[in-house]
């Protein structure tokens, strides 16, 4: 699926301009990505994290299904192409400088967003410390678990 990209609107120069204007002007990084974070549209939920390029963010804004750009596999991906867990957009914004987006989305199919079959991509937590300092025992920070 070729189609021509969105064009968006040049950056402007000031960070006001950025982050008070009206016009939605992504900054890439220089691979030309930007972050994208997916949530549940219902519950706020993160689901998972992907990159977009200019032609994903486009193809998204413009289908309202969530398109991604593989890094590993140097291409484009809707996902939910292969497992029917689609992602549709709810709501699209962007942070104060427009160098992340973030997708609040309804899940089709399972309802899972994970390839693994977990609903999110977050589904193990790590170990913290207690925050006191050097009071008590370091937890290992190399161990996950699996869970809330």
């Given amino acids: 699926m070729t189609r021509p990209v969105t064009a968006f609107a040049p950056r402007p120069g000031s960070a006001a301009a950025i982050e008070q204007g009206d016009s939605f002007t992504p900054r890439f990084d220089a691979d030309g990505l930007i972050p994208a974070i997916v949530t549940d549209a219902g519950t706020g939920e993160v689901l998972m994290f992907a990159w977009m390029n200019a ?19 140097k291409r ?35 309802g899972v967003a994970c390839h693994t079959g977990a609903r999110s991509c977050f589904y193990r937590r790590l170990a913290l410390g207690s925050g006191g300092g050097d009071a008590g025992p370091r937890p290992r920070a190399d161990r996950l678990v699996r869970g809330d």
Avoid: Y
């Avoid at 032609?55 to 890094?71: K, N, P, Q, Y």
């Avoid at 709501?91 to 160098?99: E, S």
């Fill in 55 to 73: 032609e994903a963010l486009a193809r998204s804004i413009d289908t309202r299904e969530a398109w991604f750009w593989s890094r590993s596999r």
């Fill in 76 to 110: 484009f991906w809707r996902k939910g192409e292969e497992s029917g867990n689609t992602l549709s957009i709810v709501d699209m914004r962007t942070d104060c400088d427009q160098d992340v987006v973030l997708l609040r989305v309804a899940i089709a199919g399972d």
